[in-house]
């Protein structure tokens, strides 16, 4: 573990904060060391994620996911085939199938 660790800090992902940096100056560091690894390994990454641990993969997926939907139109006069209409056509603007 400690291998690991210390590739982190030579990274600059642990140890604090640098001098000078703020929160969002950090987390957009770390968020383009994300985006470049992924950009490298994402699609066998999450593959690999996806068949050897799937509550994972999950969990990131659903992280990932809005936490709200957010409906413009007043749903409390529609009857239970519109209801079940308008789920669907908010998951399907989702892609979530």
């Given at each position: 573990?400690?291998?690991s660790a210390?590739?982190?800090?030579k990274n600059g992902l642990l140890g604090g904060r640098p001098k000078g940096a703020t929160g969002a100056q950090v987390k957009k560091k770390i968020l383009e060391k994300w985006?470049?690894?992924f950009n490298e390994k994402g699609v066998s990454i999450l593959e690999d994620l996806a068949e050897k641990n799937k509550t994972e993969?999950?969990?990131i997926g659903v992280s990932l996911s809005p936490k709200e939907i957010d409906f413009k139109t007043d749903l409390s006069n529609l009857t239970e085939e519109q209801l079940d209409d308008a789920i669907k056509n908010a998951l399907n603007s989702l892609?979530?199938?």
């Open positions: 573990m400690a291998g210390e590739c982190a800090r985006e470049k690894i993969f999950m969990k892609e979530i199938r």
